[in-house]
């Protein structure tokens, strides 16, 4: 178990919960009254550390390195699935995966950004951090998708585009406004969830849909919290600041009409219970694609327009 | 000639945007060093005579250069506001006010109205000055009504990007806007509408991740820094010198992101151009060619 700072009071009762275990299998001693004490400690502390977290806390549960991942999800949900390769114009982006599968009986096609589970797959993904081709491949898939009348499902989890010298040459702005563009009237449903981090361009790249959700621990904002800190405070030292600054958590995001609906995550977080949460995504997706299943693809689209069109917060002087 | 008639009879518009400074003032080129008079430069569209340097104009000096002559702002009576109280070094309410002050504008894009080869266009043009060109709910809102005005006006819509990107003190209101200006260009395409998207210096981060890079035409003015990223992120990123004229306009154009670079004391004629080539009454409607298509 990785325990992150704000953990640290539940790491101390798991190691006093090993160690009485320990005792017990060694000893043949009865301990039952003695554990059950300790979980129930631990259970009332979880319940206090996750219930009041901040934005910062949150961004770093979204960033929890044993935190379910796009793949994991598609395995846990779909009956089958074959994962669908490259942009057919420059090569195959590992930052961002997609396929056709099954989910429910019905066919989708899935997008998602995908982070490694170690070191080493960490920079074979990129951290999960895209570039164009990533993002013209999730074109590519969404197109196929209009074609053969499978809804679109987007699970976003990035620290953002990539920002290098080749994913500039290669036009990673042109290939997320293309996608924006395209998403807007693509002629099926589109259901996106941010199930980690959800950052900036490089996560609305995939993130135009007709519902938005956010699952319980992630945050979505113009820009990372580190960087609003180095532009605007001009000094790394203002992340916690910032990520309150920004307002990035599910909370203020349905507050703020900007999302759908926040998906519960078991308590600590997604990767606390990785069947559960997958099970509560799975059933989500049925219950949002047969709400939507209804719709006259038309009016769909309309309403799709616009509600973003209303998105914006002015004054009109008189 | 908007451009010279503003100089010859003065002031049409009254704002402090404009490049207005006494005729006689010096002024010493960024990229050359030379020195030449306000007048010298006004005359050559504030292009440096030596370097050919392009100065950073803003809206209403674009629009002088552009439109036949008169034209008429809309939505000026939208207005930012500090609706998540966001503070960093500064309270987001007094960058705010002291912008307005500065520039005299309502916020960073201005849409006006006008004729070009006679023919009515709607332009949104953006101005550096208003915290750096950033992207906030009324940019986003100015060009999404700016949007519908051509739509109703049944006219070709344009947009000056000049923009450092997102508004981070609208945080993910910011954002949207990416997604509210591509969704409601759309709208221009299925109406057969062009949209023209001109980008000037600079042009980076969500604007041009969002309606910058969507035009039906794209250019820019001449050595316009053009990306995603920003010049120093990926700098740090990569831990590499960034190679001489990257995301420069004639990098995008050879890599296929530009379709052509036109020298600002061109662009009215190359409006024109357009404006011509897009005519509405033109053989078949672009919805007519997609039902025989
Ligand atoms: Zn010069």
Redesign the interface.
Known sequence: MVFLEFEKPLEKLYEQLDKINQIAEDGDIDVSDKVAELEQKIAKRKKEIYSNLTGWQKVQLSRHPERPYTLHYIEGMCKSFIELHGDRAFGDDTAIVGGIGIINDTSVVIIGHQKGVNTKLRQYRNFGMANPEGYRKALRLMKLAERFNMPVVTLIDTPG?????E????????A???N??EM??LRVPILCYVIGEGA??GA??I??GDRIFMMENTW????SPE??SS????SWD?KEQ?AE????TPA??LE?G?IDEIIKEPVGGAHNDKDKIIKTLKSHIKKELNNLASKNIDTLIDE??AK??K???????? | MGWFKRFTDGIQTATKNKKEAPDGLWHKCKSCNETFTFKELKDNFFICPKCDYHNRIGSHDYFDLIFDGKFHLHFE?????D??S????KPYDERLTAAKEKTGLGDAITVAEGKVAKKTLVVAAMDFTFIGGSMG??V??KI?RGIDLALSLKCPFMIISKSGG?R?M???????????T??????LA?AGLPYFSFMTDPTT??V???????GDVNFSEPKAL????GPR??KE??K?D?PEG??RSE?LLE???LDFIVHRSELQKRMKELMLIFKKDNQTTPTEAQQTA
């Open positions: 585009a990539f920002p290098g010298l994913a500039e040459e290669r036009g990673q702005a042109e997320i406004a293309r924006l563009f807007a009237q900036s361009g609305l790249g993130g135009l979505y904002s113009v820009i960087s609003c532009i605007l405070w001009r203002y910032a600054s920004l307002k990035l203020h995001m703020f900007l799709r327009i973003y069109a998105m914006g917060e002015f004054t009109v002087a008189k | 009576e939208l207005k930012s506001k609706f998540l966001f503070t960093d070094l709910s009324v986003g809102e999404s997102a981070m609208e945080s993910a209101f910011s954002l949207m806007q990416m997604a509210k591509s969704a409601k260009l759309t709208l299925k981060g969500g041009t991740a969002s309606f910058a890079m969507l053009i990306g995603f990223a992120v990926i990123t990569i590499k960034l990257f995301q990098f890599h296929g992101f």
